[in-house]
């Protein structure tokens, strides 16, 4: 009996957390379909503006080019932080050095120096580069990921040394090995690597608010928390909300794909 009560008492736990996770959604989705004043007082069910805020929302807005912007952004910092991190985690765990260790206490560390301490600094070098309101202002200082090149370093804890030395034997070099040894049993570390770079670039604000100043250059979160300004200060909380659920498409659609290898690289990463 006291096991049963028990076990209510942790399922409806998890029901409660996993409604107050699932409910910011789930308000988003049937906002969608309400005018801005019904959106305001609290309507919690479905309406029937869902067209019109979407109408709305193309005539209105930009979407189209920031949408763009954000995921050509996302892809670059995707694909290019994904191989720097493993190569440098590659290095670090693979080869022989006296100094790498320490190297590579000094990277794990520069992971407590918060953003707001590099943005002046980064700001004179993309002015000084020219770079200043071009997307490659906001891929490049995403390239080099910290916590990327420790999550790879973990997974490559567990790699057995011998295949590569195996390899190395037969005359492969050090990118042969790489691409055709190392990447195929680190799938799920790549696609977990995937997701969370994937991300943190296309949900970027910060950065990119203060590096991309022409319309014609913003991403998709500058849209949405600079709708107001293209409004004539009157928020239209029906086109943000259908504004959001386009956001949310492209992270729902990669980690739809890649969940299951998502959860073996995380697990993965971990036993080291």
């Known amino acids: 009996m006291t096991s049963k009560v028990s076990s209510f008492f ?33 309507k919690m069910s479905f309406g029937d503006q869902f067209m019109n805020n979407w109408h709305h929302t193309f005539a209105q807005t930009a979407v189209v080019q920031d949408f763009w912007n954000s995921l050509k952004i996302a892809v670059l910092v995707t694909v290019l932080s994904i ?17 790498k260790n320490w190297i590579y206490s000094i990277f794990i560390a520069s992971m407590m120096i918060p953003f707001s301490v590099l943005m ?7 002015t000084n580069f020219g770079l200043v309101n071009n997307a490659w202002a906001v891929v490049l200082p995403s390239i080099l990921s910290v916590f990327l090149i420790f999550f790879f370093h973990q997974s490559l804890e567990t790699f057995p040394i011998d295949t590569i030395e195996s390899a190395r034997i037969d005359g492969a070099n050090e990118l042969k090995i790489f691409w055709s040894v190392v990447l195929p049993q680190l799938r799920s570390t790549f696609a977990a690597a995937a997701i969370y770079s994937f991300m943190g670039a296309w949900n970027n604000y910060m950065w990119p608010l203060i590096v991309l100043q022409s319309d014609d250059q913003k991403t998709l979160p500058l849209l949405i928390s600079g709708l107001s300004a293209t409004t004539n200060f009157s928020i239209d909380y029906g086109i943000i909300m259908v504004l959001i659920i386009i956001s949310t498409i492209p992270i729902f659609v990669i980690f739809l794909f890649l969940q299951k ?8 990463a971990n036993k080291g």
């Not at 002046?120 to 993309?126: A, D, N, S, V």
């Open 10 to 42: 942790k399922y409806l736990f998890i029901i409660i957390c996993s409604f107050i996770s699932v409910f910011p959604f789930i308000w988003m989705i049937i906002g969608s379909t309400n005018s801005s004043s019904q959106i305001i007082a609290g």
């Open 83 to 99: 191989i720097v991190s493993a190569l440098a985690a590659y290095g670090f765990q693979i080869y022989r050095s006296r100094g």
């Open 120 to 126: 002046i600094p980064l700001y004179r070098m993309m």
């Open 261 to 268: 290898y998502f959860v073996q690289g995380m697990t993965g």
